[in-house]
DNA sequence: TCCAAGTCAATAGC
DNA sequence: GCTATTGACTTGGA
């Protein structure tokens, strides 16, 4: 999206305003859909729009993400779960019809929101759509409606049934993606979904402690040992790291909201994180993989042949195995993992630094890159209690670990090290 | 080509 | 029927 034609402080102020009070109403104009051509079909034919874009006529979606001011993601999210729960609405219906994303979209989103700063334009949009509902005073009622309508429109289909030469007229009445009513024909063989088993889930985070980022090579000999496609271990390390990344975004916030202890003017995220942490529900769930181990679900593949667990390719180090966490994670918060994906270089273009500092100016401007102290620098107010400390260490460990990756396939490019130590 | 970020969608479990 | 998880895919940057 283009930079806005607005400049200066005005655009801001008014942007402000628009995203974080409660705006006229949501307009149904066309103009809000920003979607691109493969989005779901959800708000095409919707009344509502996933974005109320009222006194800013042509704003796109791109626009009012560029401009936005910081916003509170936890606080937001924390806010629309309550208004889901309290009245009844689902993820699925609030994703298609506000967001247009998926149900998986929408719970990971809530479950585990990412701080303003390290988001990417694309990944603020949501964020700001969910403001700006929050925002509608009649968002509940709009959302009801949709489900009412939904609701008739499929007992309409279940009585007019089985004759279901329906073309998927979802038209108006919100569309039900639910069961397979697919449009697209030809997707027929779909290949099932891989879905590995605990002691392969094991080996390829002991593979992790090991490295973070294996060679091909290494990829290769976890694929062969573990009897998977190599496209699969790529992909689980890609997964991995990615989601880890995310535990620790958390965890930032979390230290950092208790170290700073409303010492803050910080517009953020701190204060609704911290309320948010006390649910605990959000980020002890993914990596510590407390639900998934040991019950291999699915019609999985055919399990590692022979060699399973012995056959693990990596000797797990003494304190790696995230899932140790996970066994205790039920009564903390804390992190399930203890390492870090952090990459010095991404961070340093991608994001400014801690939360802590929270001199994040509004919106999404450039930001400073972190030096290498900031990026080992998890806020120490946070070692106040034992566990925490032993796991932001770890954490540290890991991020030494994965730096001296960096640094080593630096120097094997021979690219110029800008870090500043 | 590799990686991160974002997302989809299948699936499990409640 | 709902939410959470997670393998795979898409996009874009370097």
Same mark, same amino acid.
């Given at each position: 999206?283009?930079?806005?034609?607005?400049?200066?402080?005005?655009?801001?102020?008014?942007?402000?305003?628009?995203?974080?009070?409660?705006?006229?109403?949501?307009?149904?104009?066309?103009?809000?859909?920003?979607?691109?051509?493969?989005?779901?079909?959800?708000?095409?034919?919707?009344?509502?729009?996933?974005?109320?874009?009222?006194?800013?006529?042509?704003?796109? @979606?791109?626009?009012?993400?560029?401009?936005?001011?910081?916003?509170?993601?936890?606080? @937001?999210?924390?806010?629309?779960?309550?208004?889901?729960?309290?009245?009844?609405?689902?993820?699925?219906?609030?994703?298609?019809?506000?967001?247009?994303?998926?149900?998986?979209?929408?719970?990971?989103?809530?479950?585990?929101?990412?701080?303003?700063?390290?988001?990417?334009?694309?990944?603020?949009?949501?964020?700001?759509?969910?403001?700006?509902?929050?925002?509608?005073?009649?968002?509940?009622? #709009?959302?009801?409606?949709?489900?009412?309508?939904?609701?008739? =429109?499929?007992?309409?289909?279940?009585?007019?049934?089985?004759?279901?030469?329906?073309?998927?007229?979802? +038209?108006?009445?919100? *569309?039900?993606?639910?069961?397979?009513?697919?449009?697209?024909?030809?997707?027929?063989?779909?290949?099932? /979904?891989?879905?590995?088993?605990?002691?392969?889930?094991?080996?390829?985070? /002991?593979?992790?402690?090991?490295?973070?980022?294996?060679?091909?090579?290494?990829?290769?000999?976890?694929?062969?040992?573990?009897?998977?496609?190599?496209?699969?271990?790529?992909?689980?390390?890609?997964?991995?790291?990615? /989601? @880890?990344?995310?535990?620790? $975004?958390?965890?930032?916030?979390?230290?950092?909201?208790?170290?700073?202890?409303?010492?803050?003017?910080?517009?953020?995220?701190?204060?609704?994180?911290? =309320?948010?942490?006390?649910?605990?529900?959000?980020?002890?769930?993914?990596?510590?993989?407390?639900?998934?181990?040991? /019950?291999?679900?699915?019609?999985?593949?055919?399990?590692?042949?022979? +060699?399973?667990?012995?056959?693990?390719?990596?000797?797990?180090?003494? !304190?790696?195995?995230?899932?140790?966490?996970?066994?205790?994670? =039920?009564?903390?918060? =804390?992190?399930?993992?203890? &390492?870090?994906?952090?990459?010095? #270089?991404?961070?340093?273009?991608?994001?400014?630094?801690?939360?802590?500092?929270?001199?994040?100016?509004?919106?999404?401007?450039?930001?400073?890159?972190?030096?290498?102290?900031?990026? $080992?620098? $998890?806020? &120490?107010?946070?070692?106040?209690? !034992?566990?925490?400390?032993?796991?932001?260490?770890? #954490?540290?460990?890991?991020?030494?670990? !994965? *730096?001296?990756?960096?640094?080593?396939?630096?120097?094997?490019?021979?690219?110029?090290?800008?870090?500043?130590?």
């Amino acid at each position: 999206a283009p930079e806005s034609p607005m400049s200066s402080s005005e655009s801001v102020k008014s942007l402000t305003e628009l995203v974080q009070q409660p705006c006229p109403a949501i307009e149904t104009s066309k103009e809000g859909k920003v979607q691109e051509p493969g989005d779901p079909p959800a708000s095409d034919s919707q009344p509502t729009t996933p974005l109320p874009l009222s006194g800013h006529s042509a704003l796109s @979606i791109q626009e009012l993400v560029a401009m936005s001011p910081e916003l509170d993601t936890y606080g @937001i999210t924390k806010r629309v779960k309550e208004v889901l729960t309290d009245n009844n609405l689902g993820q699925r219906l609030f994703g298609e019809t506000i967001l247009g994303l998926t149900q998986g979209s929408v719970s990971d989103l809530l479950a585990r929101p990412k701080p303003w700063h390290k988001l990417s334009l694309k990944g603020r949009e949501p964020f700001v759509r969910m403001q700006l509902w929050l925002n509608d005073p009649n968002n509940v009622e #709009k959302l009801m409606d949709m489900k009412r309508m939904e609701k008739k =429109a499929y007992m309409k289909r279940r009585h007019s049934s089985v004759s279901d030469s329906q073309p998927c007229e979802p +038209s108006s009445a919100g *569309i039900d993606y639910s069961q397979g009513a697919s449009p697209q024909p030809q997707h027929q063989l779909k290949k099932p /979904r891989v879905v590995l088993a605990p002691e392969e889930k094991e080996a390829l985070k /002991r593979a992790y402690q090991q490295k973070p980022y294996p060679s091909p090579k290494t990829i290769e000999e976890l694929a062969t040992q573990l009897n998977l496609k190599t496209s699969t271990v790529i992909n689980w390390f890609h997964n991995y790291r990615s /989601r @880890i990344r995310r535990e620790l $975004f958390i965890e930032e916030i979390q230290a950092g909201s208790q170290s700073q202890a409303g010492a803050s003017d910080s517009p953020s995220a701190r204060s609704g994180r911290a =309320a948010h942490s006390s649910e605990g529900d959000s980020c002890d769930g993914t990596l510590a993989e407390t639900t998934d181990e040991g /019950r291999p679900r699915g019609p999985r593949r055919s399990s590692p042949p022979g +060699s399973h667990s012995s056959g693990e390719p990596l000797e797990a180090p003494p !304190n790696s195995a995230p899932k140790e966490d996970a066994s205790t994670s =039920a009564a903390s918060t =804390a992190g399930p993992t203890g &390492e870090s994906p952090y990459r010095p #270089k991404e961070s340093s273009e991608k994001s400014p630094s801690l939360p802590s500092t929270s001199s994040t100016p509004a919106g999404p401007g450039p930001q400073k890159p972190p030096s290498l102290q900031s990026l $080992f620098s $998890f806020p &120490e107010a946070a070692g106040s209690k !034992n566990t925490r400390d032993n796991t932001l260490r770890k #954490k540290k460990a890991a991020n030494l670990n !994965n *730096i001296i990756h960096r640094l080593e396939k630096a120097a094997s490019r021979e690219e110029p090290v800008e870090w500043e130590f």
